[in-house]
């Protein structure tokens, strides 16, 4: 069964320091990978997304990848109060009709 | 741009009565279309996507149906609601890939 998996957290950080959050997937086939930040009660928007191995940079945000060791992190920079949400990872197989494998999210705090 | 529209946004049913929660999607044509729920604490549950007019697949069997009446439309209907069916549910489209949400109806079953 294809899946990601995420630490569920809570992910406590200090204001200003770097929020790693990490994802593994099962799918060898899987091509792109998304990052999407749900805020508590509201619907979840998309991040970054990534499909080639390495680092993609957007801002205060940088997403990696391995597909080797078939792994995503999402690195957050200069975390801010605002930051704190849940994280939800995605994998996305062209194959698998077009559907994304959801992690079920880790939950971010980022303290004053 | 591209934009969706899910309606309404809160919603209280008592057990048994119907449902019927719309979403539409614009500036864009022939979008993968999707339907989630999201329970209190849980993750992502795929429902429903469509690939077209008329095309639906279901992902989990349950009280449940979709409908794909016009390209840019997509409707979630259930004849009678259970206490089951209470939860945030999110209507998606993707061309490739990546999925924009709507803003989601959270539904509470009384």
């Known amino acids: 069964q294809k899946e990601v998996e995420q630490n569920s957290g809570p992910l406590s950080v200090p204001e200003g320091a770097i929020a790693s959050l990490n994802c593994t997937y099962s799918?060898?086939?899987?091509?792109?990978f998304f990052w999407y930040r749900q805020y508590s009660g509201k619907s979840p928007e998309l991040i970054m997304f990534?499909?080639s191995n390495g680092d993609k940079e957007d801002g205060r945000f940088t997403a990696q990848l391995n597909k080797a060791s078939q792994y995503v992190s999402l690195l957050i920079r200069d975390s801010q109060p605002s930051d704190s949400a849940t994280y939800l990872c995605a994998a996305y197989n062209a194959g698998n009709n077009r559907k994304l494998i959801w992690g079920l999210g880790t939950s971010l705090a980022v303290n004053p | 741009s591209q934009t969706i529209h899910q309606w309404p946004a809160t919603l209280v049913q008592p057990v048994g009565s119907p449902l019927s929660l719309e979403c539409t999607v614009e500036g864009t044509s022939n979008p993968n279309l999707y339907w989630y729920r999201q329970a209190a604490g849980r993750g992502l549950q795929l429902l429903f996507y469509s690939v077209g007019i008329g095309q639906i697949s279901s992902e989990v069997p349950q009280n449940l149906s979709a409908s794909r009446p016009q390209d840019r439309q997509f409707i979630l209907s259930s004849k009678k609601l259970l206490l089951s069916d209470s939860g945030f549910y999110l209507c998606a489209w993707s061309l490739q890939g990546g999925y924009t949400f709507g803003s989601g109806t959270r539904l509470t079953v009384v």
């Open positions: 990534i499909y």
């Open positions: 799918d060898r086939g899987s091509q792109s």
